[in-house]
């Protein structure tokens, strides 16, 4: 019995690793940051927001309580995806959780994509971004700018608070 515990959590572990190896480790957007995030970008009802590397998917569920929003939450690591998939029952909202390389996922139908990744990931992401979303799609970063692109708008950065982006296709 022992053996089939170590290699769940050796499965567990080697999931998280192997997600943050690919631009995704686990820190979620502050709670106190998710109501600044909706309040700056207002969505409507029926539009599709994904938030890619969604963790435990608290702001993908925000949104949707707050807009009625289609959210879609994106994650590789197979904790975060469990704890979303909780959170989502839990909450008894909607959202779609795919687990998934970012990279791999359409976002031909959104209408508003959600990042907090690595500035790497960020920049590796814009061709994928500019090949998919539709015009006038928007795409909210949480700290990372995206570099030579010019934001919409940004919710600036205070003594308690961090940097949102946000940018129009």
């Not at 957007?29 to 969505?43: A, P, S």
């Not at 994650?75 to 390389?101: D, M, Y």
Request: net charge positive; hydrophobic share 45%; aromatic share 10%.
């Amino acid at each position: 019995m022992p053996i089939i515990l170590l290699l769940i959590l050796l499965i567990l572990v080697a999931s998280s690793a192997y997600a943050a190896n690919q631009g995704a480790p686990w820190v979620p957007t502050k709670k106190k940051d998710i109501g600044r995030i909706l309040d700056f970008v207002v969505m409507r009802p029926g539009e599709r927001f994904f938030e890619l590397g969604c963790g435990d998917a608290r702001l993908s569920i925000a949104a949707e309580k707050r807009y009625g929003v289609k959210a879609i939450g994106v994650e590789l690591s197979i904790p975060q995806f469990v704890a979303a998939w909780i959170r989502n029952r839990l909450t008894k909202t909607h959202v779609g959780l795919v687990w998934k390389n970012l990279f791999k996922v359409n976002l031909s139908e959104a209408d508003v994509v959600y990042l907090f990744l690595m500035p790497e990931t960020v920049e590796k992401l814009k061709p994928k971004l500019l090949k998919e979303l539709k015009p006038g799609a928007r795409i909210i970063s949480y700290v990372f700018p995206f570099k030579d692109w010019k934001p919409e708008s940004v919710l600036e950065k205070t003594e308690k608070d961090l940097e949102v982006y946000v940018y129009r296709v």
